[in-house]
């Protein structure tokens, strides 16, 4: 399990735009909330709701589907 969670860093570099999906600024004080501190280009919150989607739909092809399993695994394992 600990390899498939770091695969996301060694892949990462194929896919720039992911970089935002590793973290989230939240606001000083401020609960937990998606909408309000994740931009539209992404953050760990959006990118584990979408990510997640996409590997539980079945009109995506077996490897997308397996790539977006990994990407939940390592955003959980960032938040953690």
């Known amino acids: 399990f600990a390899e498939l969670c770091n695969w996301?860093?060694?892949h990462g570099r194929?896919?720039?735009?992911?970089?935002?999906?590793?973290f989230v600024n939240l606001r000083r004080g401020a609960?937990?909330?998606a909408e309000p501190d994740c931009p539209i280009e992404g953050c760990v919150l959006?990118?584990?709701?979408q990510y997640a989607r996409l590997a539980l739909d079945p009109?995506?092809?077996?490897?997308?589907?397996?790539?977006?399993?990994?990407?939940?695994?390592?955003?959980?394992?960032?938040v953690h």
């Open 8 to 10: 996301a860093d060694r």
């Open 14 to 22: 194929d896919r720039p735009w992911t970089y935002k999906h590793h």
């Open 31 to 33: 609960g937990l909330a």
């Open 46 to 49: 959006r990118a584990i709701g």
């Open 59 to 78: 009109r995506e092809s077996a490897r997308e589907r397996a790539d977006a399993l990994k990407f939940v695994a390592h955003h959980v394992g960032d």
